[in-house]
């Protein structure tokens, strides 16, 4: 009969190497995290594998992937090393005599729309923590989460969530947006197939909600026809107050604007203008004091909408 595993040979340093590997897609990317060579990464990952019993990594010209072995190992160090950072941060706090830290991803549909008034009440009832916000990518965010990175993201609905918790933060409303010159610019309501057919102006396609655009528009045999891309919806608006392009955008994205650049906001037709923003999160039992202190304002706030 095998002895079990002891406990204390288990080396944080080789558990964080070990989800870096992985987050790299090799041992010389994940040595580079560390500052250490390629030899000495492999040294510490083979040492696990030792110590665990079990083969954790397939290693190729190409990088490494997991075994069975190693993707359960990965799921449980992706917690551990949460857990650590989190430990980190809460005494850092301590030590400094802050109130506490938020660590909070949010895509950029969230910056332009609730969260800063979200933030601002937060704040307000919390003077004394402390937060770290990025805006990045939904599914970055997700990554991120998963990883250690952030204890909340917010995300848009249609980004897989790899059995994350989550809950609706927000709903907002697509909208088109146009010049005030522009042929359309006074008609009550423009369909999907007309808004594809004009030159757009959007962020990255790889964001959520250029996602859910571009599905709406295949769904009625239309594809996107992106003029340019740009990194927030501030610039988005300018570029459509110019004459560059339309746009496709979340209603609470654009309605600052309209006056103040002279655009006009149009109603879609033909497609689910519904644009839904999750809160996620690991688990919500193990949330530190002020992030469960947000998620209950962002949910005290949805249902008093």
Sequence with gaps: MNAPINLNRFDLVSLRLFVAVIDGGSLTAGAEQFAISTAAASKRISELEAHVGSSLLVRSKRGVTLTAAGQTLLQHAFEI??????????????RRGAGGHLRLWANPSAFAGFLPKLLADFL??????EIDLEETLSHDAVHALLRGGTELAIIGENTPIEGLEAFVCNVDELVLLLPLGHPLAKSPSVSITEAAALDLVGLSRATSVMRQIATEARAVGQTLKIRMQVRNFDAVCRMVATGIGAAIVPRAAGAPHVK????????LTDMVTERRLLMAMRH?????????????LAERQVAAR
């Design 81 to 94: 090393v949460a857990g650590v950072e989190q430990l980190a941060l809460a005494m850092d706090d301590f």
């Design 284 to 296: 919500r039992s193990r949330l530190s004091p002020p992030a469960l202190a947000f998620v209950e």
């Design 124 to 129: 307000e009832a919390y003077p004394t923590v």
């Design 260 to 267: 103040s650049m002279g655009l006009a906001m149009i109603r």
